[in-house]
Nanobody
Framework: QVQLAESGGGVVQAGGSLRLSCAAS?????MAWFRQAIGEEREFVAA????????YYNDSVKGRFTISRDNAKNTLYLEMNNLKPEDTAVYFC?????????????????WGQGTQVTVSS
């Protein structure tokens, strides 16, 4: 069973940047970031294949967020730039095998506890 632990959340002003990390207890194949704002459903943010050769983004974050991974460290990252108040949410790391329906939370087997990101205007 893969255990995931996110870190790096915080409070930042609009236009600022944050870097989230997700440490996995062992090899994790497809990995992704989701987010959930208060009163909203969990939303896909970005995903990356095991090799890092394939990345996927929600249109709302394209050009601002970058997903990457370091397999030697079993760690996933999310570099977030030009943050907006609407990016405020709890950000979750998730992992699974395969790449089908990459943006569907129900396809992911393992989840972290989440880290809060708050963007003030």
């Amino acid at each position: 069973q893969v255990q995931l632990a996110e870190s790096g959340g915080g409070v930042v002003q609009a236009g600022g940047s944050l870097r989230l990390s997700c440490a996995a207890s062992e090899r994790a194949y497809t990995m992704a970031w989701f987010r959930q704002a208060i009163g909203e459903e969990r939303e896909f943010v970005a995903a990356i294949s095991w090799s890092g050769g394939n990345t996927y983004y929600n249109d709302s974050v394209k050009g601002r967020f970058t997903i990457s991974r370091d397999n030697a460290k079993n760690t996933l990252y999310l570099e977030m730039n030009n943050l907006k108040p609407e990016d405020t949410a709890v950000y979750f790391c998730a992992s699974r095998s395969g790449l089908t329906e990459i943006n569907k939370p129900r396809k992911y087997e393992y989840w972290g506890q989440g880290t809060q990101v708050t963007v003030s205007s």
